[in-house]
């Protein structure tokens, strides 16, 4: 459990009470929320500037900062962008330019509505005028883009993937962190500390590290299933990838730290887990390629399988309800490795969680669904495989397999890929308090800092903010450099 030493010497702070805060309107942050710059005071302790957290987000930091100290409970570096996609989001780039995407930080603020759900704050727009440059200095790390893609919402050309995806990103960030960096890993922060309203280092398992500043980058609370399940409703929640661990939130919890936009989650819905009975999950990756089809209460499909990448696909998941995945058993068992095939067949076995069946009329009763509308869906899907039929939702023919012999069904598991709510930081990336006051000695970047900036994502959040994890990241590097 994670606990901070500062309550009695915070004695402000501490009257304030603890408690989660869970913001879901448009965001409003008032006018204390931005001080003057002159009258903010930056001071913490003494000694180096310690980071919490080496994902992309911590790594940018440290590399723009040149110094300092970086710690991470894991035995590597990258966070959860080891795992990532490489999408990321500009505005205003020569790739726009080249086929004629005419583009600007004014054009992007003024259609962020409509992409995020939420008018742009103060943080959206100096991440937008700094997006160009941010493309910029990824290319001098030596990064390089494929085509451009539409964004969801506005159509407009905005999306880049990065080659090599974020394993690529990790490995340029990492190589811009000089050897005056002192990198921890294994090393896990349990609490800030404080001393006179100030954070003035971090307590780890092996000891407390004083710290003139601290920059919190610890990612956001994808990991923590418990906490998803309490801020969104899902059918089972399960990880995507390691990390997420949202220590962040806890912190802002006992420290009382201002927090936004949480309910704010970037579903996947790609990864299929099994629950067994001992708890575990047995998940297997839902591809591109997958051979299953997903029906709704009514044993209706409602959605390109195909095609259920992008964030904005929540909306038709959530209608359908509950949602049953079916696929011929021995596709679905050629989709697991070998040591997780053992696992399914005990699941299969046991009729819990893998269910299979080779008459459709006992499988429907099992899962409650009408026997009449599944056979109904099952022969269209045949005419769509046989090329006889277009798929009105646009899956292409060459995707499905036979649905016939014997049927599995199971829950789609979901998964947040990413959160876009967190710390709530000013414009600078400076923690501000419950009350809005600038946390003396505490800055926040990436994922933990909501993607850098309070409400930058909207309600909706869109794709490839890898970009703000980034542009955070240098942000606060680049600042606390010249300090
Ligand atoms: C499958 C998948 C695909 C994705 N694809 C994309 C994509 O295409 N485009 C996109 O924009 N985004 C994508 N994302 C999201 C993106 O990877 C993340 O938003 C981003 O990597 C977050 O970076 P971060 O540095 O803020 O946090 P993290 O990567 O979570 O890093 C936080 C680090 O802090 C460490 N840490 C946490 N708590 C502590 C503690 N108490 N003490 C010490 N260390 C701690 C962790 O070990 C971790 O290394 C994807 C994510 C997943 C899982």
Not at 385 to 403: E, I, M, N, W
């Amino acid at each position: 459990m994670l606990r901070a030493r500062h309550c009695t010497l915070l004695p402000l702070l501490a009257t304030l009470g603890c408690g989660r805060q869970l913001t879901g309107g448009p965001p409003d942050y008032g006018d204390d929320a931005f001080p003057d710059e002159d009258t903010a005071d930056d001071a913490g302790g003494i000694g180096p500037i310690v980071i919490i957290g080496a994902g992309v987000a911590g790594l940018a930091t440290a590399g723009a900062l040149g110094e300092g100290i970086l710690l991470d409970q894991d035995s590597v570096v990258g966070g959860r962008a080891l795992w990532s996609g490489g999408l990321m989001h500009f505005v205003g780039i020569p790739d726009q330019e080249e086929v004629g995407v005419t583009d600007s930080p004014a054009i992007a603020a003024t259609e962020w509505e409509t992409l995020t759900g939420w008018p742009p704050t103060e943080g959206t727009l100096r991440y937008l005028e700094d997006s160009a440059a941010t493309h910029q200095r990824l290319l001098d790390l030596g990064l390089k883009y494929g085509m451009l893609a539409r964004e969801p919402l506005t159509g407009i050309q905005r999306l880049l993937t990065l080659q090599g995806e974020g394993p690529a990103l990790v490995a340029a960030l990492a190589a811009e962190v000089p050897a005056a960096v002192d990198i921890r890993l294994e090393t896990s922060v349990e609490g800030l500390l404080w001393q006179d309203g100030a954070v003035v280092g971090v307590v780890t398992g092996d000891g407390e590290v004083a710290a003139r500043a601290v920059v919190i980058a610890s990612g956001g609370y994808a990991g923590e299933l418990a906490r998803l399940a309490e801020v969104a409703e899902g059918e089972f929640w399960e990880p995507s990838s390691r990390g997420g661990s949202g220590d962040a939130l806890d912190w802002a919890e006992t420290d009382q730290l201002g927090l936004a936009n949480l309910p704010n989650i970037g579903w996947l819905h790609r990864h299929i887990g099994v629950p067994m009975a001992d708890g575990k999950l047995i998940g297997f990756t839902y591809d591109t390629a997958a051979p299953w089809i997903w029906v709704d209460e009514q044993a209706a499909r409602f959605i390109d399988e195909t095609n259920v990448e992008s964030v904005t696909l929540t909306g038709p998941l959530r209608k359908a309800g509950s949602v049953w995945a079916i696929g011929p058993k021995d596709e679905v068992f050629a989709a697991l490795d070998a040591a997780v095939s053992v696992t399914a067949e005990a699941a299969v076995a046991a009729d819990s969680t893998l269910r299979c069946r080779g008459d459709v009329e006992t499988l429907a009763e099992l899962l409650s669904l009408d026997a009449d509308a599944l056979a109904a869906t099952l022969t269209e899907v045949a005419g769509f495989q046989t090329g006889h039929q277009t798929d009105p939702l646009g899956r292409a023919s060459d995707t499905f397999v036979p649905y016939s012999g014997e049927l599995c069904a199971w829950r789609p598991g979901d998964t947040a890929s990413k959160t876009y709510g967190g710390l709530v930081v000013d414009e600078d990336g400076r923690v501000l308090s419950t009350t809005g006051a600038v946390v003396p000695g505490l800055w926040a970047v990436g994922e933990a800092a909501g993607m850098g900036a309070p409400g930058l994502a909207g309600r909706y959040g869109f794709d490839g903010t890898l970009s703000a994890v980034v542009w955070s990241g240098w942000r606060v590097g680049d600042r606390l450099a010249t300090e």
